[in-house]
Each structure stands twice: as structure tokens, then as C-alpha cells.
């Protein structure tokens, strides 16, 4: 079956995610708005068809009036072009293309937030592994006990009682290690689930080298960086901050078009058009005849000068004021919390690095003394509840590290992936 990497997952997630179909929806529609502005400055064109009848008294052909039934049919074919708008159509444009900036932004920073998730999910299965493992060499340690016993108990060397003590310590060793593997098919349904596959049968990842790792999770070592540094950097790359920035420089455009409502607008506009006028009694000319003779065209400029508008201009330029003030807080907060989430991570970062380092101490220590212990049992001089705590204590200062050397790898990721670089390891 196929095994997948990091990046793999990440791409797959990104690519058959919902919440990110859903994103890059709005960016779609957002480039259908920027286009409707942009084809605002074009000509309308506009055709209408009319028939009318009348009854009762009306007017003749020979502009005179008699009780009697009339119809006409009119055509008309109109355009109109805005040559000035007091700069709306630019400022709109602008707006729009500002927004499609920052929708795009919104879509890097969703595709960010999932691979973020990916990552987590896929070092937490790295971990289940590893605990699984520690669990297998429990049994096996069990067991080669257990096969001791029963041969010195055959030889009267041993005591029942020591037996079956021994065989409840690998019965519980047995549960961990159930336990153990049940939560890493529950770590790989959970990544199964972030990247939409239908089902977790068959689904396994690819299994970094231990020792690669232990390189990788201090590079680049803490001394070289600073919160502020990464967060100098994380300006400058992070498409949250770069969303919300584009959005502030779209509130200078909105208050340039609600300030177009101060401003005249001019307007040409040209058109064609003819009737079919028939009065019941009269004698008239033919249907193509009369739209012939009726047939007229116009042009014309139309000059619209603001006056008063029940302050509704003055009150437009006032709320997008108003906006932009607030959007200039959304940016000034989504500031902060980015800095908030760099301290924390580069704290996690420093913590997760001197565990690793203090659980390299203690699995030494603690491998020494069980050797230790398990000589002096296989000896007849030590007790197996001395021995079995020796195990245990041995056996969890590796979960110990195993767990400090993952969360070392994810956090010193993490600190990079804000500095802008690929979430991989």
C-alpha cells in the first residue's frame, strides 16, 4: 500500500478539502465582481417593442380627435456611455481589485491553517508509533521473563507465586500495548478524516528516521532567533497580515467613491427609433411605409449636478471613514495575535527542546539502572517487583523522549513555517 509523506498529505489536504473549495469559491466570485467593474465603463445597448390600443375618443392621423379604436406600435434602440462619474468607475475597479487581493490572501491562509492541522495530526501518529513500539519491547521483555520463570519453576528454582506474578505483568503489558496501537489507528482515522478519503482502510504514512529527526529538531538552534525576528519576518510572508492590509488600502478607495457623490456626473447618450400608428375608420399608410416616415434618431449629453440629498453623501463619506478605522483595528489586532502565537510557539519551542535533552539524560540513567536491576533478578538478588518497576521506569523515560523529540520537531517546524518556509519535516 501506498505510504505517504508530510508534503503529500498537505497537497491532497489543500486540494480536496471543503472549507477550501468553499474559499476558493468566494475568490471566483470576487473575480466576477472585479470584471462587472471593469465593465462598467463599457456602452449599454437597449432595444424595447410597445403596443398600445386605444378606445373611445383619441387622436387621428389628422391631429384631430373623434370617438373611435387606435393602435400603435413603437420601436425604439437606445445607448448610453458615462463619460465622468466623479471617478467612481477607478475607485471601483481599484476597490474590487483590492478585494480580490485580499480574498486570495484568505485562500494562502486557509491552505496554511490545514497543512498546520496536517502536520499536527501527522506527527501525532509519528508518536502513537513510536509508543506502540515501546509497548512491543515491554512483551518482549515480559515474555523472555516469563519463559525464565517457567523453566526455573520446572526446576524448583522459582515459585508459582513468581510465575503467575510475572504472567499478570505481561498480561498488562499485552493491554498497553492494545491500547497503544488502538490510539495510532485513531491518529491515522483522524488524518484519513483532514484529508477527505473515504475510508483509513490501508492508509499508513511514511515513517522518518529517528536519528535524521533528532538533527533536524534543532535546526536552526534557538539562540539564533528571537520572538521579535521571527515576527519581523512573519509580517512580510503571512497572508493574514497581507489580507488584512489590502483590505485597509480598499477603505481609501470606498471613501473616494462615497466622495463621488459630491461630484457631477455627465453623460452621452444616442439612440434610434420609428412607430406604426393605425386609427380604426381612417385610411393610413402601410406597416413598412410608416416606418419609413417615422424613423428618428437622437443624441444627447446629460449633465447630473449634485445639490442636496438629504446629507446622504456627507453621511456615506462618514461610514467608510467609520470602516476604515475599524478595519485599521481588525489589522492592528491580527497583528498582535500573530505576535502572541509566535511567543507561544517559540516558548514551546525552547520548553519541547530541554525536555528532549533532559529525557535523553533520563533514558540513559534509567537503561543503566534496569540492566542493572535485571542482572541482579536473573541473579536471585533482586526482588521482581524491583525488577518490573526498574522496566517500567526504563520503558517510560523512552515514551518520555519519543514524545519530547516529536513535540522538539513540531515546534521548531512550526517556527519556521511562520517564518515562511514549507511546513516539512
Request: charged share 20%; with cysteine.
Amino acid at each position: 500500500p501506498k505510504t505517504w509523506t508530510l508534503r503529500e498529505c498537505c497537497d491532497y489536504a489543500v486540494e480536496h478539502n471543503i472549507s477550501i473549495k468553499q474559499q476558493e469559491n468566494q475568490r471566483r466570485q470576487q473575480e466576477l465582481q472585479l470584471s462587472t467593474a471593469k465593465n462598467s465603463r463599457l456602452p449599454d445597448l437597449s432595444g424595447s417593442v410597445g403596443q398600445n390600443f386605444s378606445f373611445g375618443r383619441g387622436l387621428t392621423a389628422e391631429n384631430t380627435y373623434t370617438n373611435t379604436n387606435t393602435s400603435s406600435t413603437s420601436f425604439q434602440l437606445g445607448t448610453s456611455v458615462p463619460l465622468f462619474t466623479g471617478f467612481q468607475i477607478p475607485n471601483n475597479i481599484a476597490l474590487n481589485q483590492l478585494n480580490l487581493e485580499a480574498v486570495t490572501a484568505d485562500l494562502e491562509k486557509a491552505k496554511n491553517d490545514i497543512c498546520m492541522q496536517v502536520a499536527q495530526a501527522y506527527v501525532q501518529i509519528l508518536y502513537d508509533m513510536e509508543i506502540a513500539d515501546v509497548a512491543l519491547r515491554q512483551i518482549a521483555i515480559d515474555s523472555a521473563q516469563v519463559a525464565r520463570l517457567d523453566a526455573f519453576v520446572k526446576n524448583g528454582k522459582a515459585s508459582e507465586a513468581e510465575l503467575s506474578q510475572q504472567k499478570a505483568a505481561l498480561a498488562n503489558s499485552r493491554l498497553t500495548a492494545t491500547q497503544a496501537d488502538n490510539n495510532r489507528r485513531l491518529s491515522l482515522l483522524t488524518l484519513s478524516q483532514l484529508l477527505e478519503l473515504p475510508t483509513a482502510e490501508g492508509f499508513s504514512i511514511v515513517r522518518p528516521d529517528i536519528s535524521v529527526l533528532s538533527g533536524l529538531s534543532g535546526s536552526p538552534g534557538l539562540s539564533a532567533l528571537s520572538p521579535e525576528a521571527i515576527y519581523a519576518e512573519a509580517l512580510g510572508v503571512k497572508p493574514e497580515i497581507a489580507a488584512q492590509e489590502l483590505r485597509l488600502k480598499a477603505t481609501d478607495r470606498s471613501i473616494k467613491i462615497a466622495q463621488a457623490g459630491n461630484l457631477p456626473t455627465l453623460s452621452f447618450s444616442a439612440g434610434l427609433g420609428s412607430n406604426y400608428y393605425k386609427t380604426s375608420g381612417f385610411q393610413v399608410d402601410g406597416f413598412g411605409k410608416q416606418l419609413e416616415n417615422n424613423f428618428s434618431q437622437y443624441i444627447g449629453l446629460n449633465l447630473n449636478v449634485p445639490i442636496f440629498n438629504r446629507f446622504q453623501t456627507r453621511n456615506n463619506i462618514r461610514s467608510a471613514r467609520i470602516d476604515q478605522e475599524t478595519q485599521q483595528l481588525q489589522l492592528d489586532n491580527t497583528k498582535k495575535s500573530l505576535y502572541k502565537e509566535i511567543q507561544q510557539v517559540y516558548l514551546n519551542a525552547q520548553n519541547a527542546l530541554a525536555k528532549e535533552q533532559s529525557s535523553q539524560e533520563a533514558v540513559k540513567s534509567s537503561e543503566d539502572a534496569f540492566k542493572l536491576i535485571q542482572a541482579k533478578y536473573e541473579n536471585g538478588k533482586a526482588t521482581i517487583t524491583e525488577f518490573n518497576e526498574a522496566k517500567n521506569n526504563y520503558l517510560k523515560s523512552e515514551s518520555d523522549l519519543v514524545q519530547a523529540r516529536y513535540e522538539n520537531l513540531y515546534q521548531h517546524a512550526l517556527l519556521e513555517f511562520y517564518r515562511g518556509k514549507e511546513l516539512n519535516f
